[in-house]
Structure formats: C-alpha cells, structure tokens
C-alpha cells in the first residue's frame, strides 16, 4: 500500500502550490500523515505532520508562516499549501504514514513517489 502525491510544478518565488496526498487502499485519517521534501544532493526533511488523534499539526521551522496541512476525510486525502514559496522549497516532496507524528523518518511507511516542486525565477 502507497501514498501517492501529486500537484507540484515549477513556480516563481512568492507564488503558491498546493500538494495532494491521497492513498488507494485504506483510510487516512487512522494515521499520522507527514509530508518531507529530499532537495539535490540533501538528506529528506521533514517538513510538516497532521496527527490523527488530535488533529494537532507541526511544521518545521523554515515552512512555518507560510505552509499548511490540511486533511479532507471526505476526499481521503491530506494536503499541503505552500504559500510564498522560496528557491530553497525546491525539492521532491513525498508523503508517508506513521502512527504519530514524529520527524524520524523510520516510523513512517508507505512511501510513494514524489512530485517535484521547482521554484525559479
């Protein structure tokens, strides 16, 4: 079972993209949804995680302000809104499961392929 995401594309600094998790083979909201992001050359990050119990939701410093995720469990799906975004947001963002929250890679699975996001002027 994977995760597919998708909505990345090339965009100027300060505009906005808006990723979309979706996954074809069981429920999300059960889980911990997290978003990360592997730029060239760098390790993956993590770069944002909405909780299932709670709903609380985390974000690492350099996206606070300016990204948000969202879940629509009618949808089953998990979103991220990238607003304002910067050369260095350039990167493969991926979304994986995990049953909390955390930024340790390792306790998330269900990897799928990435989209690319690419912000150039």
């Known amino acids: 079972v994977q995760l597919q995401a998708s909505g990345g594309g090339l965009v100027q600094p300060g505009n906005s993209l808006r990723l979309t998790c979706v996954a074809s083979?069981?429920?999300?909201?059960?889980?911990?949804i997290g978003w990360f992001r592997q730029a060239p050359g760098k390790k993956r990050e993590g770069v944002s995680c909405i909780s299932s119990s709670d709903g609380n939701t985390y974000y690492t410093d350099a996206v606070k302000g300016r990204f948000t995720i969202s879940r629509d469990n009618a949808k089953n799906t998990v979103s991220l809104q990238m607003n304002n975004l910067k050369p260095e947001d350039t990167a493969v963002y991926s979304c994986?499961?995990?049953?909390?929250?955390?930024?340790?890679?390792?306790?998330?699975?269900?990897w799928g392929q990435g989209t690319q996001v690419t912000v150039s002027s």
């Open positions: 083979r069981f429920t999300l909201d059960t889980y911990a």
């Open positions: 994986a499961a995990a049953q909390k929250c955390t930024w340790h890679r390792s306790s998330f699975g269900s």
